[in-house]
Structure formats: C-alpha cells, structure tokens
C-alpha cells in the first residue's frame, strides 16, 4: 500500500471515530449499543468493536461506562439538591442499583458517601480539603467571594456569567496527557491552522481555542482529551483528523487573565475553588474551555492572554 493510501485511510478512521466519540458525548443519557455506534462510525459491528478499542485504548463499552460514572461523580457533589436515582438515570444507567453498583466498584465508596465526603470537604477550611474532586485541577477549599484570594490557588479573578450562542468549530482531537506541553499545543494548532488557512478559515480576527472533555481529578491522564479548535462557519465540512461540531451554548463563568504558562493552573482553581462556591451557580455538563487572545511570543513578557469559559447553570 502506498504511503499516500495509507495516509488518506488514517484520515479517514479519524474522521469516522471523531463522529463516535461527538455522539457518545452528546447522548451518554441515551442507550448506547454496539450496533447504533457502528452505524454512526459506518462500521460493522464486529470490526468497529476491535478497531475502537485499538484507536482509543480502551473497550467501547469501558469508555462509555467510563465517562457516565466520571459525569454522576461530578454531578453528586456540585448537584446536591437531585437526587442520586435522577442522577443515574441522567447519566445513562438503567437503574439505581446497576448504579450504585458501579459506582462502588469504580470509586471504592457508595454513591452516597462520595456525595457527603466531598461535600464536607468543599465546607472545609483550605488546607483541610484533601482530594475534593472539581472540575478545575486540584482540590476545592472553602468558600469565598468574588475578587477574592485564596492561600491555595493565589489569583484573583474578575468572572462575568454571560450566555453564549452556540458556535462552530473545526478541531483537532489529543488523547493522552497534555498538561503544560506547549509543544504538543503547538504542533496541534500548527497542523490545524494548515488545514484551516488554504481554506480561508482563517480570516483576520479568527477566534480559536483548547476544549477540555474531562475533569483530570478524575479522568486517568492517558484517557483525557483535549481538542484544539477554531471557530468556522456554520456549514464547514470536515477532513480527515480535522472534526466539525457544534458546541453548545448556554451560560459561561467567564474570566479574561494574562498569565505566565506556570500559573495556568491557578486561574482555573481560583473559579472553581474561590468564585464557585458563593455564585450561586453550579457546574453544567458542557465543555470548559479557553479562548486565546494574544501570541504570547510577541508578547513583551511572555504572557498568555486567555478567557477561561466554565459552563455553568443556577442552583
């Protein structure tokens, strides 16, 4: 086989496992059968079983099970007034007890007890909150108040909770550990922004982003994903690796920063740990993102400008 066959078959499956996981993503709350996915993808349900497995790491059925257990943990603590059944069947299980049995054997504690330990946890002082699972990237101390500074995360934020229109994106999809590799970023937008720019993609003040599917206190790093992304038209067809979805919109916390790259983590603290707990508002289910704003290498210290998105609804 040709190099330039392969390559066009590579892009290909690409194309048709980005279509898989979109759907899995947007419908754990539904029944998610091998026969349905292999439709989505174009496969046959016999070889779709062993190519998915091979292109992600992990079985379909461990994947999907994987994220409907990761989106019920987040919901038992920043949901607290639904109950644990509703919970469950939200996140796709056919009952409460194939739930809670689940939930046990993946997280060691009953539905229950993770609720009311991370709660507790959230209530606690700072240095108290050990292993309080957020959506951010460490623990969730105490409450505070907007501008605020917290000992743990040291960044103070100015966050607006704004609705965003839904938007379009073309993407490029990693799997696998990402946290602080500018390298692996660049490579990512670099390769996207060659596919985009003959396609005239890239007009003067395009707008593109990072999109984080997984909450990494929950999510192994070798599972989580991330897309690099670009806003485009409505319309805009894909190819090969490079993906079209819509992103939802809805309400947004939304804070501009100029950082350094070694405080990227404490901006993202600072809105769960700091601004979230007295908003008034609780996490959704979307995607958090950021948008950036700047290039950092024309920037005279180096900054980063970014606006960090956590999608939100009220209490």
């Known amino acids: 086989m040709s190099a330039g066959v392969s390559e066009s078959t590579r892009r290909e499956y690409a194309a048709r ?13 539904e029944p998610l059968d091998l026969e ?13 079983h062993r190519l998915f497995s091979a292109w992600m790491g992990e079985t379909l059925q461990s994947f999907v099970h994987r994220l409907r257990l990761e989106r019920a943990a987040q919901l ?9 059944s509703g919970i469950a069947l939200e ?25 009311n330990r991370k709660i507790c946890q959230t ?42 229109a839904p938007f379009t994106i073309a993407y490029l999809r990693h799997i696998g550990p990402y946290k602080g590799d500018t390298d692996l970023f660049r490579r990512l937008f670099g390769k996207l922004f060659a596919w985009a720019g003959p396609r005239g993609l890239m007009p003067p003040g395009f707008r593109y982003l990072s999109l984080f599917q997984d909450n990494p206190n929950l999510t192994p790093a070798a599972k ?45 603290d600072a809105l769960v740990a700091d601004w979230l707990p007295a908003s008034g508002y609780q996490p959704d289910h979307r995607t958090a993102m950021e948008f950036y704003l700047n290039n950092p290498d024309t920037d005279p210290e180096g900054r980063y400008h970014i606006e960090i998105c956590l999608p939100v609804r009220p209490l």
């Open 123 to 164: 209530n606690s002082n700072p240095g108290e909150a050990e292993g309080a699972v957020s959506l951010g990237f460490s623990k969730l101390p105490g409450p505070s108040g907007r501008h605020q500074e917290n000992p743990m995360t040291t960044a103070i934020l100015d966050v607006h909770v704004r609705r965003l």
């Open 76 to 84: 038992l603590v920043f949901d607290r007034l639904r109950g644990i």
């Open 36 to 48: 349905r996915l292999a439709a989505v993808a174009c496969f046959s349900p016999f070889h779709f």
């Open 91 to 115: 996140c796709g299980f056919s009952s409460a007890s194939t739930f809670a049995r689940a939930f046990k054997s993946a997280y060691g504690v009953s539905a229950g007890e993770w609720r």
């Open 17 to 29: 496992m980005n279509r898989v996981v979109d759907h899995i993503q947007a419908h754990l709350d």
């Open 224 to 268: 989580q994903r991330l897309e690099v992304a670009l806003i485009v038209p409505s319309g805009t067809a894909p190819g090969g690796e490079v993906g079209i979805r819509k992103v939802e919109g809805g309400l947004y916390a939304t804070a501009q920063v100029r950082v350094r790259l070694e405080d990227y983590a404490a901006q993202w």
